[in-house]
Every structure is written in structure tokens, then in C-alpha cells.
């Protein structure tokens, strides 16, 4: 068993069970952190597929950034009065999993049919080249350069937005 | 054994399968939020995903977008349910319905 192999099913089993005792927990801030722990399992993912700027952009945005503002606003609102979230119609929880799992065996119909390891074999060297910094910003900067800024003038819109709502009460 | 295309693409369908559950079984908004980054990273994940095999870093260009928008729609979102929250003294989707007709 290569060392490839391992990383992969250390990572994906760790993100698939966080994933599924995530959404399963009665006390959000245990979501939370499991969420956490999924975002850095992800991140371990990417490194196995030679991603090291966007694993390190996934520990940081996701991991730190935009998970702290989660944590803070579940800490910020009263948690007593999250007790009867999960009392409702048993009916609704089993039409979502029971959806979810004909989506989910149509998907892997899907992958498996269209089988695209047929056509796609791996290249390390071009693989490892592509995922570097420079490859991702030389894109960034020339070809994709109208969306990057489009991108920061959404983040600033965001966070006069966010300023606005937070701020005064709508009444 | 070696690892394909597959694995990867089947563990990011079950991971944003799992956030539909998420969003469809939860009545707490911020746990929905959440399940909503969930999809969205499986998403990442698919996207980072071809684009190491395929050798092409167009892909994870566009992961980085997605990141800009997740943390900008998780900045406002939040401020919307801290708004609600200040109005109605509650989280919880079953009561917040004062646009149903």
C-alpha cells in the first residue's frame, strides 16, 4: 500500500464521517468544530492532488476566516433556545434521505458509466506545475484579470453590506 | 491499486449529498449556513480535482473565486440572521416567516 493510497482514504474517511456527524449533532457549536476538522481534512486532500496553494488558501479562508465568524456569531446568539431544533416531522427527515440517496446512486451511475479514468491518466510533473502559485497568479493576473477584480469589488460590497445590516435594527 | 479520478469524484457527491441532508433536516439557520459551505466545498473539491488531473490550473483559479464568494455570502448571511435574530429572538427557520403569505 503506497503512501498515496493511505493519504487518500485517511482523508476522505476522516471528511466523510466528519461531514456526516456534522449535520447530526444537536448543539451547533460541536458542528461547528467537526466542520472545522472536515475543512482541514479537505485541505490534506488537496495536497494529494498537488494543490498546494489552495490547501493553504483552504486552512486559512475556510478553516480560520470564515469559521472564527461562524463560532462567533453561534457564541454571540443564546444557545438555550436551540433545544427543540431537531423535534420536527420524522416524515421530512426520512423524504431527505431518501432523496438524497437516489441522487446520490444516480451520481455514481453517472461517474461510473462515463468512467473518465478511461480517458484522463494522471501526469505527475504537468499535475504538481499547475498547482503551484505561480501557475495559479500568472492566470490570475492575465487571463482572469477582469473577474479578480470583480472578486474584490464583491468582497468590499460584502463587507460594507455586512456593516449595514449588523448595525442597525430594521423595524 | 491507485488511486483514480473516481474516488475523488465519489466522495465529493456523497460529501454534497450530505449537505443537502444538512440543509433539509436542520431548523437552525447558522447549521444551515454551514451545510451550505459543506456543498461548496465538495464542489471545490471536484473542481481542484480535475483540474490536477487534467494538468490545468484554470481550475483551481476558480476555486479561489469561489472561496471570495463563500466568505462574502457567509459575512452577509450572517448579519442577515444576527438582524433576525435582534427582531425575533430567534434562529429557528419554522418561525422565521414573516414573508409567507
Do not use: C, H
Not at chain 1, 8 to 29: D, E, S, W, Y
Not at chain 1, 59 to 72: E, N, R, S, T
Not at chain 1, 116 to 127: E, F, H, R
Not at chain 2, 65 to 91: D, H, P, S, Y
Request: net charge positive.
Amino acid at each position: 500500500m503506497n503512501i498515496e493510497v493511505f493519504l487518500f482514504f485517511l482523508f476522505g474517511i476522516v471528511a466523510a464521517v466528519t461531514a456526516v456527524i456534522m449535520i447530526t449533532r444537536r448543539n451547533p457549536v460541536i458542528s461547528a468544530l467537526f466542520l472545522i476538522l472536515n475543512f482541514a481534512s479537505l485541505a490534506g486532500l488537496y495536497i494529494t492532488l498537488n494543490a498546494q496553494f489552495i490547501a493553504v488558501t483552504q486552512i486559512i479562508v475556510y478553516a480560520g476566516a470564515i469559521m472564527i465568524l461562524f463560532l462567533f456569531v453561534l457564541m454571540l446568539l443564546r444557545p438555550e433556545s436551540q433545544k427543540k431544533f431537531f423535534e420536527l416531522n420524522p416524515k421530512t427527515k426520512i423524504f431527505a434521505i431518501i432523496v438524497a440517496f437516489i441522487v446520490f446512486a444516480q451520481l455514481v451511475y453517472m461517474i461510473f458509466f462515463a468512467s473518465p479514468s478511461a480517458n484522463i491518466s494522471k501526469d505527475v510533473s504537468k499535475s504538481v506545475e499547475a498547482g503551484t502559485i505561480e501557475a495559479i497568479g500568472r492566470e490570475l493576473f492575465t487571463n482572469y484579470v477582469v473577474p479578480f477584480e470583480a472578486a474584490g469589488f464583491l468582497l468590499l460590497a460584502a463587507t460594507i453590506g455586512a456593516l449595514v445590516l449588523a448595525k442597525k435594527k430594521f423595524d | 491499486m491507485t488511486i483514480t479520478i473516481e474516488y475523488y469524484l465519489i466522495l465529493s457527491a456523497f460529501m454534497f449529498l450530505v449537505g443537502v441532508v444538512g440543509v433539509l433536516i436542520n431548523r437552525n439557520a447558522i447549521v444551515v449556513f454551514m451545510s451550505i459551505e459543506l456543498m461548496l466545498n465538495s464542489a471545490n473539491l471536484t473542481l481542484v480535482t480535475f483540474s490536477s488531473f487534467l494538468g490545468n490550473s484554470i481550475g483551481q483559479l476558480f476555486v479561489f473565486f469561489v472561496m471570495t464568494v463563500a466568505a462574502a455570502e457567509a459575512a452577509v448571511g450572517l448579519a442577515i440572521i444576527i438582524a433576525i435574530f435582534r427582531n425575533k429572538l430567534t434562529v429557528n427557520i419554522d418561525e422565521i416567516n414573516i414573508l409567507k403569505w
